[in-house]
């Protein structure tokens, strides 16, 4: 039998057996050609199933006709790459990956205007035969295309279905992405961690964060908040990623997945009461302290190993693992130690990865290092790298669009692997922005530059996602091209993709668009005086007047707008250009309204208490036509968010657990520093959250003002802060409310 399982030893075992029984030669020949045919046969299965993961995402996105297109695996390229052509209406796409291959099928079927896909929506048309392209290859310098912030798991895809997490990957696929992290389902994991170590079941369930902050109990930020967690819910999270994983593994993609990074319940230490189990500083005010496991007690070593065996055990091997033990947390060091034990942390965090698995590296997100650069400065950043070998550890610097330059002051992290990018989204808040020249001309400068040493990889990072989608097209085009990206070009495919069709008149209003809103790095108001994307999203505040202004073009942004508008009126069929018209409205009437908010505080101010109110109006009903008239956006509303939460729940108290974390998420949560840090641009929040809690500002601001008595901001403040908690105790849902004619009705507001 052993003889028959392998083909080689099989033929020999044929030919030895025709010869001894003294059969002629042709009977040789016919039965090794017949051999050889089979042989061939096998080989070509083994990879038609190779490439079989990628004929299926493309058949997910245009169907039946994926099959047309010649999809082969070159496996002897030294760096990722693909090459298209097309002749005689026969498309051939070879790579050297799967998500190499993906992207240049994609590629193709941009350049053809036959297939635009996005969050927004996809537009199909598929022409009836294939048009000529002539050969051409597409290499990449970078082994890695990252994606997602540990944050998007709570920003984004908390509530999220198989169905909906099968289009992300689908999505990340023709972007080339191979390297996406997979956060979900790890509670199942130390569910059965915290079992062994003789913790109790409901102690471990009240350790976790509710749903909506998972991410930030994972990094050792909180602990409890918004909880207890439910059984069901890591039930179905495991399920979940087991899917995830199996997909983007046929993929070839490389998911980055958990590791221990040594946050531990309160009540470990009555089990291990010798363990060096220390309490932290609080992440922010509000929050209670958690409890760190010292990296060089024995036990953390115990622990860290036995989480990744359980990972394995439970969703099989994986190649990077990521561990973050400081993550806006600041180690328990001093100064006369500060640089052995910062070593010597390290080393420990990557010895408990290295003895469950030798085979895997350690990834660790560096946005630490850029976000206290007064604690790690470079000497503490080499010092908490140097025990770890370069080959076995990734370092994650995608703050790059909030910290430059980083990776230069440190000389590309000793010679670490790392890889580069971007956040672009925090907290899945919305505003419209991103800075188009500057990530082209970074991306064309590292592929060049002599100082990047080890770097393997390039992407976004976001913490969430559904906004800004040309943002994303257009960055992960650039590791694609060496020469960098020429706008003309670019934006021309890119509007002929999306709509369907290109003109003078949206090339126009685009020029305009990236002139306004894309040459924004960094989208400034949001920090000003707490969190939220807008003034109208911040907790109100007298002090609004001292804004100085926003990044950007308003003038600029209008005139794309009025140019925009033309086109919309002309196409109101166009889905994708309707939604893009009243995005590009949103974000300028939301800064009208802010303008007129600001305004109003300054009249009433100056004793022209008519005039004030007369703004305030202005402002309030500004934003509540806004709120009715985005409901045609798809991902746009509050509705569909306390929906998606709703329903994640088995029953009705777990459906009212999330509807609450999921109306905290978005308001209040982060504390009296980060509140509003997750506001959102969507209907719903204009009219139900953001206009009411305004209005009572105003009144109790008037009221002082014309009784010449003093404003008592703080009181007032109180109060709103009691009417956000009750805000987000309600457990109704919404309904979505789609407006008719919403192109007369925006080109309205905007005249």
Known sequence: MDIVKDRVCYSKYILRAIYSSGSNFVLVLLVSSVFICCHQKEDVESEDENIEPAYQVLERLIGERARELVLTLAENATQDQVTISAANHKVTIEGN????????????????????????????????????????????????????????????????????????????????????????????????????????????????????????????????????LPLNFIQKKETLQKKILHRMRELGMKPVVPAFSGYVPESLKKKFPHANIKQLQPWEKGFEGTYLLDPKDSLFLQIGKRFIEIYQDIYGDASFYLADSFNEMKPPVTADNKQQTLAEYGEAIYKSIQQADSSASWVMQGWLFGNDQEFWDTTSIQSFLSKVPPSKMIIQDFGNDRYPGLWKQTKAYGGKQWTYGYVHNYGGSNPVYGDLEFYNKEATDLISSSEKRNLVGYGVLPEGLNNNSLVYEYIYDLPWTSQGIVWKDWISQYTHDRYGYTSDTILSAWNELKESVFQTRYWIPRWWNGGGAYLLFKRPTANIVDFEGYPGDAKKLKRALHILMKEANANKENTLLIHDFVEFSRHYISMRADSLLMASIRTYKSGNYVKGDSLMNTAFSLAGQLDSLIGIQPLNNLSLWLNDAKQYGDNEGESMLYINNARTQITIWGGDNLK?????????????????????????????????????????????????????QQKTVPSRIIVDNPVERVSELLR
């Open 97 to 228: 990956s799967i998500p190499a291959i993906c992207y240049g099928a994609y590629t193709y079927l941009r350049k053809i205007g036959a297939l635009h896909v996005s969050w927004e929506g996809n537009r199909v048309q598929l022409p009836q035969q294939w048009p000529e392209y002539t050969s051409q290859t597409f290499k990449t310098p970078f082994v890695f295309r990252q994606y997602l912030n540990v944050c998007a798991f709570g920003y984004t895809t908390v509530w999220w279905n198989w169905e909906r997490w099968e289009q992300e990957i689908d999505w990340m696929a023709i972007r080339s992405i191979n390297m996406p992290s997979a956060m979900e389902g790890q509670e199942a994991v130390y569910l059965r961690l915290w079992k062994e170590m003789g913790l109790q079941e409901s102690e471990i369930l009240n350790h976790f964060s509710g749903a909506a902050f998972l991410p930030w109990h994972r990094m050792g930020n909180i602990n409890k908040y918004g909880g207890p």
């Open 676 to 728: 509003d840090y997750a506001s959102k641009s969507w209907q719903g929040m204009y009219i139900d959250f953001y206009v009411p809690r305004w209005r009572i500002f105003m009144q109790d601001l008037r009221k002082a003002l014309v009784e010449k008595k003093p404003f008592n901001e703080e009181a007032t403040r109180l109060k709103i802060k009691t009417w956000e908690e009750n805000w987000c």
